[in-house]
């Protein structure tokens, strides 16, 4: 019996206990997640106000497993916005008694599926998620006691095969990413104090890339330690989710990132550090955004050693490289560059909207700490940058390619020397390279500068606003070292030397060379900008050349290429009163010191034309070599000048002397050989209207000019000069060349001319050339209006050869006359173009009372002649001489028939004069007789055509002269009285 008792009782228990553990299973097996199911969905509905769908619950009461399986929830548009196909907890319910807490051995997510979007109005669909009904006011709860934070382990958690996805339809065109497959895995994680777990997390990315985390963390104190890496994120995805706010688009291109980061817990928060970090760009392409054009193609560039502490507000990175990157940039026609033109205005507005909204963030900062940023070096390699100017007419272009830089030691502090190195090429051809170091605050630098076979002609754009001139060919080159620094004034020094190869210039409306030269060497350049001191030890020209003309109208070629400047509105400005300053201490302060040793040209030619002229001049002048020593604009400082040249290869230039460039005070000389005239024929057709034929020249000029006082010493040589025919001009000088020239030639037809110059540089009417043109035409018209003058300084005599005096009635040379006929004849023989003219002259005053006895003696004559004839001999009168006898009978014959009344013989026969009885017969009588002749105009030129022929025999026979270089004019018979002497008129005259 007892022992039936004991079974009976044994197996009541045991069906208790089979009772109770089928009960508890089958609340957990089946009536929790039938309840669990049913309850669920309506408690989230009511909490989202969305309709749920979980397919299945279940739950193992004995190992404590729960799984849900097959959720969703909907958006409002009945869009999944988030679901997983299961989620398994399983917990350890022993250990969490033992804990006394809460030890969870895994929590597994399969699949999750979340879908994020943004709608075309901007609101996000997890805004749908909203209580179907505003919850009971809460009453308040009775404080509970502290009882610290709840104790929780879970040994592992995990999300398999997650998504995430992603819309944006806010910009007007449908965004999307994903991220597939999302897979996170955690250990060990606890609330515990000192209990660390660890973890790792992948993010694969559907449009190319991923994301992976992998480290340690603690919850108690909160830290963590790991490694981040993002490989081949795509840059233009990013952009097109995130910043198509930029007014640039990101094309193309792929981001990589690894970092380890240890974060702790601190008295201010938490504290941050990143380290080990490396960023690398490839294949970037961003273009703009509007309009497609290029901006940036960048095939890689990579950030190593970055380093960040967010605490202590420092970055620091090792070094930045890139290589092979290609950047588009330019300057607009309103003057802006278009990187400043597409960010200027987004800057200020991120500016303005960062004061506003960034308060927060400012205030989490530490007040007045700025960031502190350190690059140990940056590296650009083979960059290319093409740069077009569109603010000139005609766009610029300019392309630098092979761009290295190199930049070392970076601090945004902006304190320390940062050593650069900096080279390209420009344009293909040229080179520029910098190397030294530079401050950055303040600004200060100090490089090596190199410039090698710059091109000049793509500048071009850049004088065509100036000048009509084409700039063909030409390289500069430079090499020195400069120093800039921020002051005030700016501080800027430049030491080296520089030199402008083969330049070529062309006037663009001629199409012809304007300015050229082979080289252009500048040694020795001392520049020194804020003390305006500028220095060159050497300037070298080499085969220099220039095209000066002047135009028909008087302008010059230089006149027609340039630009005249467009008229600009005149604005009227309100006055600014300023402080006045002592003028000569701000003329002292502008005035710049130039300086510069030696200035040396080599085989120098120049073109000169002058169209302006009644017949066009042109000249070509070669072989031009000199130098130049001295020049400085310090005021006691004067210059050395020796040049020398040829024109047209024949006739040698040099020029010699000093000049004190701050004073004006000057002493050259200019020396002029063999100049063949006929070259020169344009001036003087335009001066005198006439051609020349023939002849050199020579010219030797002494400038000086002293305190504004110029003084010229001109002597001109002149070799064989000879005129050719007249030429039409009305604007010519009226000068009797032809003689001027015969009297100047000497007996070898050289004419030596000398003759000073005065005058003040400081009178506005100077002119030297005016003055020069008056000298001479005043010497021409002195030696041709007095021809004799000269005649008498070349034979140092000062008698006046322009006359011959004759005793009255007479045409016999007077041995005083001759002797001055015979030096004339002399100097007439050396001066073989002259001719000489004689003029006759007869005075009746004072020739024709010596005249009247020869006109009785003829009337005497022609009476001896009639008694002759009557005896039958016929005899002119011209032949006829009278003896004495015959001429006292015939005299009184004569008389008495003149004067009938008044003749009587005397008792022996003698002739008598009624009224003067006493008188001496014959003289009286002669007397009486003359008085009735009345003067004979025949006689009279008779005698001024006599004594014309004695000069001219004299001076032929005697004198030498040829006889086709002597004239005899008209004669002419003067009523006047000879108040200088009875005189024929001699005349000299250009040979025809």
């Known amino acids: 019996m007892p022992i039936t008792l004991n079974r009976k009782k044994t197996l009541i228990a045991v069906a208790a206990v089979s009772a109770g553990a089928a009960a508890y299973a089958l609340a957990g097996f089946y009536l929790l997640p039938k309840i669990a199911l049913s309850k669920l969905p309506q408690i989230v509905k009511e909490q989202t106000g969305q309709t749920p769908q979980l397919q299945q619950i279940r739950l193992n009461p004995f190992s404590w497993v729960l799984e849900l399986r097959e959720f969703s929830l909907p958006a409002g548009d009945g869009q999944l916005l988030a679901g997983f196909e299961a989620l398994r907890i399983d917990l350890a319910a022993w250990e969490s008694i033992k804990l006394g807490g809460v030890v969870v051995d895994s929590i597994e997510l399969s699949k999750l599926q979340l879908n994020i979007a943004r709608r075309a109005d901007g609101r996000f669909n997890f805004a749908d998620l909203q209580p179907e009904q505003a919850e009971a006011e809460a009453v308040p709860a009775a404080p509970e006691a502290d009882t610290g934070p709840l104790k929780l382990l879970i040994r592992h958690a995990a999300i398999v095969d997650g998504k995430l996805a992603w819309l944006d339809a806010s910009t007007g065109q449908a965004l999307a990413e994903t991220l597939v497959p999302v897979n996170l895995m955690l250990q060990d994680i606890s609330t515990q104090a000192g209990q660390a777990g660890n973890g790792k997390l992948t993010l694969g990315i559907e449009s190319g890339g991923s994301i992976e985390w992998s480290g340690d963390f603690s919850l108690q ?3 963590s330690k790991g490694h981040l890496q993002l490989d081949a994120i795509g840059l233009d995805k990013v952009w097109q989710l995130f910043l198509q706010q930029l007014p640039i688009r990101i094309a193309a291109g792929r981001a990589g990132l690894q970092i380890d980061y240890d974060l702790t817990s601190a008295d201010s928060g938490v504290a941050v550090l990143l380290h080990n970090g490396a960023l690398a760009l490839q294949q970037l392409a961003v273009v703009e955004k509007n309009s497609g054009k290029p901006l940036i193609d960048l095939p890689e560039l990579a950030v190593d050693g970055i380093g960040v502490d967010v605490e202590g507000q420092t970055v620091n990175v090792a070094g930045l490289t890139s290589r092979n990157a290609a950047i588009q940039a330019w300057l607009q026609a309103d003057g802006t560059v278009n990187y400043q033109a597409l960010f ?6 991120a500016t303005a909207g960062s004061a506003q909204t960034g308060a927060g963030a400012a205030a989490a900062a530490e007040p007045g700490k700025p960031w502190s940023v350190r690059l140990g070096e940056l590296a650009l390699h083979d960059y290319q940058v093409h740069f077009t100017d569109f603010s000139q007419a005609k766009p610029a272009e300019f ?26 090429r420009l344009n293909q051809t040229g080179s520029l390279a910098l190397n030294g170091d530079m401050l950055l605050q303040p600004f200060a630098a100090d490089w090596d500068v190199q410039i090698k076979n710059l091109q000049l002609k793509p500048f071009q754009p850049y004088l065509d606003p100036f000048l009509k001139l084409e700039l063909v060919d030409g390289d500069v080159n ?7 620094a921020e002051a005030e004034p700016f501080q800027l020094t430049f030491n080296g030397d520089a030199d402008i190869d083969n330049l070529l210039t062309r006037d663009q409306l001629k199409n012809k060379d304007f300015l050229k030269w082979s080289n252009l060497a500048l040694d020795g350049i001392a520049i020194d900008l804020a003390a305006q001191d500028f220095k060159l030890a050497k300037v070298l020209l080499e085969r220099p050349y220039v095209r000066f003309n002047i135009k028909k109208d008087g302008t010059t070629n230089i006149d027609e290429i340039l630009v005249e400047p467009k008229a600009e509105p005149v604005k009227t400005a309100k006055p600014v009163k300023t402080a006045a300053k002592p003028a000569a201490a701000k003329a002292k302060a502008d005035e710049p010191s130039l300086s510069i040793g030696k200035i040396e040209m080599r085989n120098g030619k120049s073109d000169f034309a002058d169209y302006s002229l009644i017949l066009p001049f042109v000249a070509e002048m070669n072989g031009l070599n000199g130098e130049v020593r001295g020049f400085s604009s310090d005021q006691d400082a004067a210059a050395t000048m020796v040049l020398k040249g040829k024109v047209y290869d024949m006739a040698l230039v040099g020029i010699k002397g000093k000049y004190q460039f701050q004073s004006g005070d000057s002493d050259i000389a200019l020396n002029f050989t063999h100049m063949p005239l006929p070259l020169i024929t344009p001036y003087m057709a335009e001066f005198a209207g006439y051609r020349i034929e023939k002849g050199q020249m020579a010219l030797d000029l002494h400038y000086k000019i002293k305190r504004g006082q110029l003084e010229v010493q001109n002597k001109l040589f002149i070799d064989q000069l000879t005129l050719g025919d007249k030429v039409e ?6 000068l009797p060349l032809h003689l001027a020239i015969a009297l100047l030639k000497d007996a070898d037809g050289k004419i030596n001319l000398d003759f000073p110059i005065t005058g003040s540089l400081e009178d506005p009417q100077f002119s030297v050339g005016a003055l020069v043109r008056d000298v001479l035409v005043n010497l021409v018209k002195k030696v041709a209006m007095s021809p004799f003058k000269a005649i008498a300084s070349l034979l140092s005599d000062d008698k006046d050869f322009s006359s011959v005096q004759f005793t009255p009635g007479s045409a016999e040379l007077a041995k005083d006359q001759a002797d001055k006929l015979g030096e004339l004849s002399k100097a ?15 005075y009746q005053n004072q020739d024709w009372p010596a005249m009247r006895f020869s006109a009785l003696q003829d009337v005497l004559k022609k009476m001896k002649s009639g008694e002759l004839r009557d005896q039958g001999q016929k005899i002119r009168h011209e032949y006829i001489q009278l003896s004495d006898d015959d001429y006292k009978r015939l005299l009184a014959k004569f008389f008495a028939e003149v004067f009938p009344q008044d003749f009587e013989r005397s008792l022996i026969g003698k002739p008598r004069i009624k009224s003067s009885p006493d008188a001496d017969f014959y003289t009286l009588a002669r007397e009486r007789l003359e008085g009735i002749f009345q003067p004979d105009p025949l006689k009279l030129n008779d005698l001024a055509v006599a004594r014309a022929n004695h000069i001219a025999q004299y001076v032929t026979e005697s004198g030498g002269i040829s006889r086709d270089r002597v004239y005899i004019l008209a004669t002419e018979l003067s009523q006047d009285e000879a108040a200088d002497g009875i005189n024929a008129m001699l005349t000299l005259n250009a040979a025809p």
């Open 221 to 223: 104190p909160l830290a």
């Open 344 to 349: 200027g205005e987004d800057a200020a507005a």
């Open 399 to 424: 392309k630098l390619s092979e761009l290295n830089c190199k930049l070392q030691n970076f601090s945004s502090d902006l304190a320390g020397k940062v050593p650069l190195q900096f080279s390209t």
């Open 478 to 484: 430079l090499t020195g070292k400069l120093h800039l």
């Open 729 to 734: 001009n009305p604007n010519a000088v009226s």
């Open 828 to 842: 007439l023989l050396s001066k073989p173009e002259l001719t000489l003219e004689i003029k006759g002259i007869a």
